[in-house]
Nanobody, 122 residues
Framework: QVQLEDTGGGLVQTGGSLRLSCTTSVRTFSSETMGWFRQAPGKEREFVTY????????YYADSVKGRFTISRDNAKNTVYLQMNSLKPEDTAVYYC???????????????WGQGTQVTVSS
């Protein structure tokens, strides 16, 4: 059973930075890709980025490209999301997810973390 633990959220001012972490209990073919999604109040869950364990191929939503960086530490089974130049519109609950292949659709992911709140004050 794959379990994800996502941590690192908090309150930060506009222009600030945060780093989120997601650790998976085990890596399998069904969790080859690790993604981050976010959901703001009253809005649908939105794709942010994903990365593959093998090869480290990454993909970003246009809204975060150039500001967010996803990386992985295979030895620690941990994926990181470095968020820089944060804006108030980045405020949301951020969820780590694991799936079989890279996708921007949340329905394609098999496992989810509990979520961590990111709040950017103006």
């Amino acid at each position: 059973q794959v379990q994800l633990e996502d941590t690192g959220g908090g309150l930060v001012q506009t222009g600030g930075s945060l780093r989120l972490s997601c650790t998976t209990s085990v890596r399998t073919f069904s969790s080859e890709t690790m993604g981050w999604f976010r959901q703001a109040p009253g809005k649908e869950r939105e794709f942010v980025t994903y990365i593959t364990w093998s090869g480290g191929r990454a993909y970003y939503a246009d809204s975060v490209k150039g500001r967010f960086t996803i990386s992985r530490d295979n030895a620690k089974n941990t994926v990181y999301l470095q968020m820089n130049s944060l804006k108030p519109e980045d405020t949301a609950v951020y969820y780590c997810a694991a799936g079989s292949y890279g996708s921007t659709r949340y329905s394609e992911y098999n496992y989810w973390g509990q979520g961590t709140q990111v709040t950017v004050s103006s």
